[in-house]
């Protein structure tokens, strides 16, 4: 295995800052692959512990397709395809472990990928999701979150590029960082040439729990059209020590409260699954980790 760069920022910034991209050995080859279609159940849960790669093909009816990522050490790769008119909604869990996970998608006309990755306690995690609306009138919505504490890593790149007139993206990602945690996030919304009419937002809101822990947030736009509408912004906040000290004094124990406040932080994200058996179960899992935070 060699060293590979991975999450490569699209524009390159001062390399002091430390966020232009990572380093991660890669294996060669992967140990499985699964193709789930547009003829298969319109709701998918597959189980990943080992290297994997999956395709997710669009059909007739909007598909929902749930990867639990639990792997001590893999490689996802997801490629997802949307033809004219396809709806797709893709919940990643990626929980403990190291993984390197690269998700690739291409939207055709009117096509639409709805995006919900939540990422908890991952001890070393690259996420790379490239996104590629060609389509006319395509849309892509995602909604990323994660809790990390301890020296828990966690590396996202997300480059949304709008080549199809009247494209949309929207972006939500919210997060909790406790211990020593570092967190990287990189989030371009690029607009081509000839993407007239197109329009991309991006919001991240993190919440620190700790004095130790690293957060980095780069939001970039890249415009090459003038008939465009982009914005983008991050909320970075402390919890007020007064917060803790009043609900302790409730008698309220210290793992409750970042249990608390983990699930009020990503409450908005998990429901964005759109699968109640999931969202009870990530539920339960936020507050298991809290308690082994």
């Known amino acids: 295995m060699a060293a590979v760069k991975l999450n490569q ?4 910034t001062f390399s002091w800052l430390g966020v232009n991209g990572t380093e991660r050995e890669i294996p060669d080859d992967l140990a499985e692959e699964i193709v789930i279609s547009g003829r298969d159940e319109s709701v998918t849960k597959i189980d990943v512990q080992k290297s994997t790669k999956v395709t997710v093909n669009g059909g007739v009816d909007p598909q929902l397709v749930v990867m639990h990522i639990r792997a001590e050490k893999a490689v996802i790769r997801t490629a997802v395809h949307a033809d004219a008119g396809q709806q797709i909604r893709l919940v990643q869990i990626i929980s403990g472990g190291e993984t390197v996970s690269a998700l690739q998608a291409d939207l055709a006309e009117n096509a639409s990928l709805e995006l919900v990755q939540i990422y908890l306690n991952t001890a070393d995690a690259v996420s790379g999701i490239e996104i590629a609306m060609n389509g006319r009138k395509s849309v892509f919505t995602s909604h990323i979150g994660y809790v990390l504490a301890d020296d828990d890593r966690l590396d996202i790149n997300l480059n949304i590029v709008q080549n199809g007139k009247k494209t949309a993206s929207d972006t939500t990602v919210r997060g909790v960082l406790r211990g020593h945690a570092e ?15 197109a329009s991309g937002t991006e919001q991240e809101n993190v919440l620190l729990l700790d004095e130790h822990v690293v957060n980095k947030t780069v939001p970039v736009i890249l415009c090459a059209e003038e008939d465009v509408v982009g914005s983008h912004g991050a909320t970075i906040g402390q919890i007020d020590p007064k917060q803790i000290f009043y609900m302790q004094s409730r008698g309220i124990p210290e793992k409750q409260i970042y249990e608390i406040l983990a699930q009020s932080q990503l409450g908005s994200i998990v429901k964005q699954i759109g699968d109640a058996e999931t969202e009870q179960a990530v539920g339960r899992l936020l507050g298991k980790e809290a308690d082994d935070a």
């Open 9 to 12: 920022l699209p524009a390159p």
């Open 183 to 197: 967190k990287v996030f990189r989030g371009t919304i690029d607009f081509k040439n000839g993407a007239e009419g």
